[in-house]
């Protein structure tokens, strides 16, 4: 049986990938008195009851990575397969 998901188990997976791809863990940051954008960050964007996975764009916007918003459950399956992903290509570049 699987276990309910929440919000910090996707928060917790966001974090990791952003550590293994060596991205900074907040997609804005304050420079100089005003918020700028970290290109490359992902992050979990969170609209009309569902989720997604999304990266920031070094314009300021972002773009979705895995798919169209879904259910928690289904973004943590996505981002573990996702993970899975660089992990192999890691191995395979060594």
Known sequence: ???R???ENLDNL???LNNITGQKEEPYEKV???YVSNAGVYYISQANGGYSLEQ???SGGSR???SMRT???DLFDNMHSFLKGFELCERGSK
């Open 1 to 3: 049986m699987a276990y």
């Open 5 to 7: 998901i929440n919000r």
């Open 14 to 16: 966001v974090k990791h």
């Open 32 to 34: 100089n008195g005003n």
């Open 56 to 58: 920031m764009c070094k």
């Open 64 to 66: 979705d990575v895995l």
């Open 71 to 73: 259910t928690k459950q």
